[in-house]
């Protein structure tokens, strides 16, 4: 999988192929939470929570490394603007096995937090 095969999915809001590019022991950091998510299990469900929370999601810049890169996105919740980075992170195996999101402003970080608690809690009481 590649850096392109995963930017594809999250502009097509396609779940199933946004995991496709991720290996089975994958390390997601969240901007806004400290624990680690570690799995494809854990990661699939806070990637289809953001899929609810994060609109008119567009990539505006991509930069490269040898062994991943970084995808700068801007979105909107709600009225607020957020502006972001997806850091990828490739093995030998050309599966992402390391996948960091920062994102600013702070305000925009807060509402991202209280959405997305908001929408996880839900779904674990239901």
């Known amino acids: 999988m590649t850096i392109e095969a995963f930017r594809a999915a999250v502009e097509a809001y396609d779940l ?18 400290y624990k680690t ?8 469900f806070v990637l289809a929570g953001v899929m609810q ?7 505006v810049g991509e930069y490269r490394s ?9 979105a909107r919740i709600g ?7 997806d850091m990828l992170e490739f093995g030998a195996d050309n599966l992402c096995h390391e996948f960091t999101v920062m994102v600013r402003p702070y305000s925009s970080a807060t509402l991202l937090r ?12 239901s």
Do not use: C, N, W
């Open 16 to 33: 199933d192929a946004m995991m496709d590019v991720f290996a089975e022991d994958v390390k997601f950091h969240s901007p806004i939470v």
């Open 53 to 59: 929370v994060f609109e008119d999601l567009a990539y």
């Open 66 to 74: 040898d062994t991943g890169g970084v995808l700068h996105f801007r």
């Open 37 to 44: 998510y570690e799995g494809k299990d854990e990661l699939r």
């Open 114 to 125: 209280e959405r997305m608690a908001a929408l996880l809690q839900a779904i674990t009481e």
């Open 79 to 85: 009225d607020r603007e957020i502006d972001g980075i």
